[in-house]
T-cell receptor, first 111, second 114 residues
Framework: GQQLNQSPQSMFIQEGEDVSMNCTSS?????WLWYKQDPGEGPVLLIA?????ELTSNGRLTAQFGITRKDSFLNISASIPSDVGIYFC???????????FGAGTRLTVKP | SQTIHQWPATLVQPVGSPLSLECTVE??????LYWYRQAAGRGLQLLFY??????ISSEVPQNLSASRPQDRQFILSSKKLLLSDSGFYLC?????????????FGSGTRLTVV
């Protein structure tokens, strides 16, 4: 199936710093989603993007659906300790049986 | 509102023993249901998905099987567990068809095969 390349694999940042991670693919997707997984829990949806070029915010989180429909990024501003976790991008092509996930970005925030 | 329940939360099983993990969804009908496995610190690997009762699609050949005996129930099974079956198993659901609401995940089952 289509591969999603998510980077970076891991990040170690200081509290208060901004974070940026992205996801790219060789295939076009019609929906991009970003999830966060806390340790020992299932991933939780943070932001969903439905149109090329769309920029959506959720509190300190901002995500964009790339113009080419082959990429997306997630920014976190002014990081706090509870931002720690694994962030996954996901792309959906035509229907809900066709969702692909990136390998995740593990975020560590030092107080 | 819709909720998804997954149990047990943790499980330690000996090699060669059977496995049964259960997932149920409430508050919706005819959902798509999914089983994922996550190795330690790794990404999500889709194992099975189902678009209806008795309909199972397998993504990866393995030692596991899935069944959907009822509309909102999804079961992951194995007749004989292997050490390599250890991992974090996640059930998820989504609306059927082509809407854009993404997946909702359960809280996961940590399986350790010893």
């Amino acid at each position: 199936g289509q591969q999603l390349n998510q980077s970076p694999q891991s990040m170690f940042i200081q509290e208060g710093e901004d974070v940026s991670m992205n996801c790219t693919s060789s295939s076009i997707f019609n929906t991009w989603l970003w999830y966060k997984q806390d340790p020992g829990e299932g991933p939780v949806l943070l932001i969903a993007l439905y149109k090329a070029g769309e920029l959506t915010s959720n509190g300190r989180l901002t995500a964009q659906f790339g113009i080419t429909r082959k990429d997306s990024f997630l920014n976190i501003s002014a990081s706090i300790p509870s931002d720690v976790g694994i962030y996954f991008c996901a792309g959906r092509r035509y229907n809900n049986n066709d969702m692909r996930f990136g390998a995740g970005t593990r975020l560590t925030v030092k107080p | 509102s819709q909720t998804i329940h997954q149990w047990p939360a943790t499980l330690v099983q000996p090699v060669g023993s059977p496995l049964s993990l259960e997932c149920t969804v409430e508050g919706t009908s005819n959902p798509n249901l999914y089983w994922y496995r996550q190795a330690a610190g790794r990404g999500l690997q889709l194992l099975f998905y189902s678009v209806g009762i008795g309909q199972i699609s397998s993504e990866v050949p393995q030692n596991l099987s899935a069944s959907r005996p009822q509309d909102r129930q999804f079961i992951l099974s194995s007749k004989k567990l292997l050490l390599s079956d250890s991992g974090f198993y996640l059930c998820a659901w989504s609306e059927g068809g082509t809407n854009n609401y993404g997946y909702t995940f359960g809280s996961g089952t940590r399986l350790t095969v010893v």
